[in-house]
């Protein structure tokens, strides 16, 4: 762009001077030759008037210079006198313009080009008190001839215009194109150029726009991608692992019980532990099959208005034996506030929060469920007097199988998927968790519908 600019402006410049040039040209030839007309007018009338006085000596007495020719013309036209060739050699002169307009009007004029137009002759005719004419001429170069002759000052003007127009051609077409390179295309709205160009530079931000979104959708794709791998990888190992503890147990117990090892009297204890490992095996399936209905949203129930006071009320009533045993007291508050949602998992929302309180509670703890409105929304919120969260593992207790202490939830029991229920259940309603925990203080957990 900038070369063809260049280009332009010096193509320009060159065309701008050759037109000035032969315009100052023309008009000063134009100027110079009204001012020869005149001077060889008033040679003429001086002549002539000379003529009239001296008669033929004058004439013969003056030295002329070599493009100045003086004709003395007879009233019938014969040549009288000339200057330059013998008058005895000349033909009649009636017929010349400038002769015939003399005789008329007693002056005359007239210009007649030489064959090959390098060279014009000027002619200035004054009639005499005898009916003679008097002509002077003068032969002067034409503007072909004026042009030739100066031609080694033009083609050095020309040199230094070639010069001078390669520099403003160069500067101008840099300071034109530099706001134009100078456009940061990452945010071209921000640049300060050509309102002409403002069209386009508006265009090319509208593509950045959409460029940049498609690229965050597609990297927003890609992260997803790998993490929703990174997640299944992780998810495939806990829960393998999570099988296998049971399986193990139960296989060894049965093993045990089928080679006769063991004393008829044990065979029920065995047998019970048995037992727990199969139910702890079908409380894990389980909540993998909700988890992933709620992933994929399944859930074959219709959404319904329940009360959820009533609902808590329930759930504390199923966890009584459980708080009895680890001597913890269970308290229900608030009033009753009605919400539309399905009744099988904000049911399976609240079992899990309460569960929680109460095996993760100190001995002769307590377990709030209060249900109140909060900001003109249902909100359920479980207050325990536990262990508590550690500041660091806060972010990551609605994760699946993750344990703040997995030591110790082995000792409680649970497949650590109670919470991640929990998160996936109140997204699946569109509803907010708060979670709020202190080491040794208890915890707070907040449904807010």
Known sequence: MKNRIFKGIFQVAILVWLACLILIMGALYLQYNGEYVRELKNEANIVARAVEISGLDYLKSLKLEENHRITWIDADGTVKY??????????NHADRPEVAEAERTGYGEDTR????????????????????????????????????????PILIILLMAVFV????????????????????????????????????????????LALNS??????????????EAE??????????????????????????????????????????????????????????IKLSQLDEKQIAAKKER???????????????????????????????????????????IIYNLCDNGIKYNQENGSVTVTVYEEE??????????????????????FERFYRVNKSHSKE?????LGLSIVKHGAAYHGADIRLESRLGEGTHITIIF
Not at 82 to 91: G, I, L, N, P
Not at 412 to 416: F, P
């Open 82 to 91: 000339d200057s330059s060739v013998s008058e005895k050699k000349m033909e």
């Open 113 to 152: 080009y030489s064959k090959t137009l390098a060279e014009k002759t000027m002619y200035s005719a004054v009639r005499l008190s005898d009916g003679s004419v008097l002509r002077v001429s003068q032969v002067q170069f034409s503007i072909f001839t004026l042009v030739l002759s100066m031609i080694q």
């Open 165 to 208: 127009s390669i520099l403003l051609a160069a500067r101008i077409s840099k300071r034109i194109v530099d706001p134009l390179n100078q456009i940061d295309l990452d945010d071209p709205e921000a640049a300060e150029t050509y309102e002409e160009v403002r069209p386009l530079v508006n265009r090319i931000a509208e593509q950045n």
């Open 214 to 227: 498609r690229i965050s959708r597609l990297q927003t794709d890609v992260d997803e991608k790998t993490r």
């Open 231 to 288: 997640f299944r990888k992780e998810f495939t190992a806990n829960v393998s692992h999570e099988l296998k503890t049971p399986l193990t147990s139960i296989s060894g117990f049965a093993e045990i019980i089928k080679n006769g090892i063991v004393k008829t009297e044990d065979i029920p204890r065995f047998a019970g532990r048995i037992y727990d490992e199969a139910q702890r095996l079908i409380t894990l399936v389980e909540d993998i």
């Open 306 to 348: 329940i009360d959820l006071y009533l609902l808590c009320q329930d759930v504390l009533y199923t966890l009584e034996q459980a708080a009895e045993k680890k001597h913890v007291t269970l308290k229900l508050e608030g009033s009753h506030l009605y919400v539309e949602v399905v009744d099988q998992i904000v049911e399976e």
């Open 376 to 397: 003109g929304r249902p909100a359920v919120r479980v207050s325990d007097t536990g262990i508590g969260i550690p500041q660091e593992d806060l972010d990551r207790v």
């Open 412 to 416: 409680i029991g649970g497949t650590g």
